[in-house]
């Protein structure tokens, strides 16, 4: 398990994402309104932008999300 | 409400299809596209062929924990409303995203329904109803709202009177139930079930927590809490409960088709690759708004049925019209008046504004096509990448592309921004984008002034630079409020799918009805007040022959119009008083513009004389000024009303000082150039024009490079004298000033 954040994420990938800062509360509960809460698998589809925009499947839905405060996760590829 | 109406709200997450099927069963005609969120408002209908039963169309909600005013609306619906129980909306395609509020809404109790969409669209395997009603204990429909598919069956319970809402009990962790069994006596009553209220409390649900509060409960439940050590890690374990219980259940309600193996399914559409590729998204974007301005604006294409429209419609109807009145044979001054207030004063504005309905039909289309396929919420993650940098999200795109039809639900939209900054910067931005009533005027305009060929690139060109400027007007208010607030972007990106033709062809329908309402009742009353302006006096003449025109310099109008056509002489507008008094009365209605000129100048041709001594300086100063100096009279209403009367104040006074200042550099510019190429000044001028150009280069530089210094909340708390302080003072005094020597010059020459 390493500590990485969610932009600098690699593609493809599939991670279990076991914590969430809580800096921004917005993101911090709008990731958690679409099921991105710990304990939770997504997928990493595409990272963009130099790692400021990510593309993730959550529930089998796709979306993209962007944060100029860094999301922290503590992940491990499934 | 009478005793035997019944009520039920519609709630699911996002673009799941709630308000086509909302449309489908009331016959309205609410909001709908391709993307997330378009429901930013509740509404509510009785069903169709039955005036018993109302229901409401509420914004889509993700969890029971409201995030965002939009979902903040829904929650107070389901908190505080009189109802007598929920239809959830799923998509068949999210069952794993939308069971998690199916459950929230189990556990609420008020859960009457379930309504599964867009089961057309998956291809995965079936759905087993049965087993959904077993686990929820209520009925469940496969519908597609969409194709019309199940329908009627989806509401025969709604005639039959046969829905009661239910509810479920789910077990949580020992410490959890322990508080739930403590609070749950002291909780008052509540539509809501007590279990629920206390999960949602410890969520941090704010309208619970006020709930409790008001109940003088919450001291005592945070000591509950704390007594019992409910850390974090216990609260997560209710989403996974949650997410348990979404998992066993889909194990057993999804049948997977043979062969398929759900976990190896592409999860890339082949189109992304090119859609979310900012070298190839973006040329197709502008190649795709052009290739609408040329459908909508072209001779061969718009322009054509335009002409066909008028040859065929209007010219019949207004010549039935007009031999009416010639068969009265007016003799005297009254009749020769009567029939010029009835041709000219009553019906000639609105004939003017109901020509332009072929290109509103054929630019509504357009962009009601563009909302429906799903490609906005994939501009809106390319353009993200320019929009974050002046400090909104990428989202506000959506508002812009709204924008171009009208700008009043381009405002009401901002209700899903992501936070306060984003709202705020996002509404005032949105008036700044042409609506499709001045694009009408643009075309108007251009079609006089480049001809029936070129005037689509004309008009496309003002409306490209609306959305420039739109976002540069948002990079100056996010740092002049908001400077150290940082937005989020979240979007969904929808699947791309064929538009629904019958949802386009309806949003047309009620656009074009709107604008003919609008155009007999605002225009029309506008150009008859006009009028009469136009054609009475104070100098002992109440009623002016409307054949001697030369009387038109002692009526009401000139002298109304003296004042604001001194204000408009820097920006060259004053050299003429028909244009003050054409923008004056276009602020309740822009298309008002477009009649007002066919009133005061005699059509395009005579707006044409008017320019001619500096065309294209005069043209553009006025296009500018028109696009940017204030938004509607409707469009000013809802802006008071989402985002207040200061902000609404900043938009209006802002707005008239940036399209003044733009009108005065672009007359400046542009009737430098026109004298250069006669000839006139030519030194001079040239000399000017160099400064000013490379004036406005520093400043744009100046800006950009300014705003990374700056490091308070906003401009007004900069007090320190730096050099960049002192290079903006000169330059704006420098820019201002050769601006005006060139305009003096200019208008020193042609006047």
Redesign the interface.
């Known amino acids: 398990m390493k500590l990485i954040s969610l932009n600098n994420a690699e593609k493809n990938t599939h991670y279990l994402v076991k914590d969430i800062q809580k800096s921004n509360s917005y993101l911090y509960r709008s990731l958690i309104n679409i099921g991105f809460f710990s304990g939770k698998k997504i997928y990493i589809k595409d990272v963009k932008y130099g790692g400021t925009l990510t593309l993730v499947v959550i529930n089998d839905i796709e979306y993209a999300i962007r944060s100029q405060d860094l999301i922290h996760v503590k992940a491990e590829a499934i | 409400m009478s005793e035997f109406t019944k009520s039920y709200l519609l709630i699911g997450a996002p673009n799941v299809g709630k308000s086509t099927f909302y449309n489908k069963i009331t016959w309205q005609n609410a909001p709908v596209g391709n993307v997330d969120r378009v429901t930013t408002l509740a509404t509510s209908s009785k069903i169709r062929n039955n005036k018993n039963i109302e229901i409401f169309d509420l914004p889509g909600i ?2 029971l ?1 409201p ?1 965002g005013d939009d979902e903040l609306e829904t929650f107070n619906y389901l908190f505080s409303h009189k109802y007598d129980g929920v239809l959830n909306i799923l998509n068949a ?5 939308d069971l ?1 509020l199916t459950y929230q809404l189990a556990e609420a109790g008020v859960l009457s329904m379930l309504i599964i969409n867009m089961v057309d669209e998956l291809r995965t395997g079936t759905i087993d109803k049965l087993k959904l009603t077993k686990e929820f204990k209520v009925l469940v429909e496969c519908i597609s709202a969409k194709k019309n598919d199940n329908i009627k069956t989806a509401i025969r319970p709604l005639h039959a009177n046969t829905l009661i809402a239910k509810g479920i009990d789910i077990q949580y962790n020992k410490k959890i139930e322990t508080l739930i069994a403590k609070i749950m006596p002291i909780l008052p009553n509540h539509k809501l079930s007590k279990r629920f209220l206390i999960i949602q409390a410890l969520l941090g649900n704010p309208v619970v927590l006020d709930f409790f509060t008001k109940n003088k409960l919450l001291k005592k439940f945070l000591a509950s809490k704390k007594t019992l050590e409910i850390n974090d890690k216990d609260i ?1 374990e209710i ?2 409960k949650h ?1 348990f219980l979404v998992d066993q259940l889909l194990k057993k309600v999804l049948i997977p088709k043979t062969g398929i193996n759900v976990n190896n399914l592409e ?2 559409h082949w189109s992304d690759t090119f859609l ?1 590729n900012k070298w190839i998204a973006v040329p197709l974007f502008l190649f795709i708004m052009l290739g609408i301005y040329f459908i909508t604006f072209y001779e061969y294409a718009g322009g054509w049925i335009q002409n066909q429209f008028n040859v065929y419609a209007l010219e019949g109807l207004a010549g039935i019209i007009t031999d009416s009145i010639s068969d009265l044979n007016p003799t005297n001054e009254l009749q020769v008046w009567l029939a010029h207030f009835v041709g000219d004063g009553m019906l000639g504005g609105i004939f003017t504004i109901l020509s332009f309905i072929p290109w509103l039909l054929i630019l509504i289309t357009c962009i009601t096509i563009l909302e429906q396929i799903g490609l906005l ?1 994939r501009m ?2 390319v353009f ?2 320019v929009f ?1 940098k002046t400090g909104i ?2 989202r506000a795109l959506i508002n812009l592309i709204t924008g171009f039809g009208c700008n009043v639900p381009a405002i009401t939209l901002t209700r899903n921004a ?2 306060v900054k984003e709202r705020v910067v996002t509404a005032i931005l949105s008036p700044f984008v042409s609506c499709s009533a001045r694009v009408i005027v643009y075309g108007f305009i251009m079609e006089g002034i480049l001809g029936t060929d070129l005037s689509w690139l004309g008009t496309f060109g003002i409306s490209a630079f609306s959305v420039v400027f739109s976002v540069l007007i948002g990079y100056f208010f996010s740092n002049l409020l908001f400077r150290k607030t ?8 929808a699947r791309l799918r064929s538009p629904d033709m019958n949802v386009v062809f309806k949003k047309v329908f009620v656009e074009c009805y709107s604008f003919v309402k609008r155009t007999i009742v605002v225009v029309g009353l506008c150009n008859l007040f006009i009028w009469i302006l136009l054609w009475t006096g104070p100098n002992n003449e109440f009623i002016i022959n409307p054949a001697n025109e030369m009387g038109i310099e002692n009526s009401f109008l000139r002298y109304i119009a003296y004042p604001f056509q001194y204000l408009l002489y820097p920006i060259g507008l004053g050299l003429k008083w028909e244009f003050s008094v054409s923008l004056l009365v276009a602020f309740p209605a822009k298309e008002i513009a477009a009649s007002s000129i066919d009133l005061l100048f005699g059509g395009i041709t005579g707006f044409q004389t008017a320019i001619a001594v500096l065309p294209s300086a005069i043209a553009v100063s006025y296009l500018f000024f028109f696009a940017f100096y204030s938004p509607c009279l409707a469009a000013i209403v809802v802006l008071k009303k989402e985002i207040g009367w200061k902000y609404m104040a900043y938009n209006i006074f802002y707005g008239l000082l940036f399209s003044y200042l733009l009108a005065m550099f672009s007359f400046g510019l542009f009737g430098g150039i026109e004298l250069i190429i006669r000839n006139t000044h030519t030194i001079a001028f040239s000399i000017l024009i160099t400064i000013l150009g490379m004036v406005i280069i520093s400043y744009v530089v100046l800006m950009i490079t300014r705003a990374k210094k700056w490091p308070t909340d906003s401009i007004w708390e900069i007090k320190d004298n730096t050099l960049y302080n002192k290079l903006f003072i000169v330059n704006t005094m420098v820019l201002g000033v050769t601006t005006l020597c060139i305009n003096a010059i200019v208008l020193s020459v042609v006047h």
């Open positions: 993700n969890t924990n995030n395609n999210s069952l794993k995203r998690l997560n989403y996974k997410e999860r890339k979310l919420s809106s993650v993200d990448r974050a999200s990428g992501s936070s940082n937005s989020v972007f979240i979007i969904e990106l």
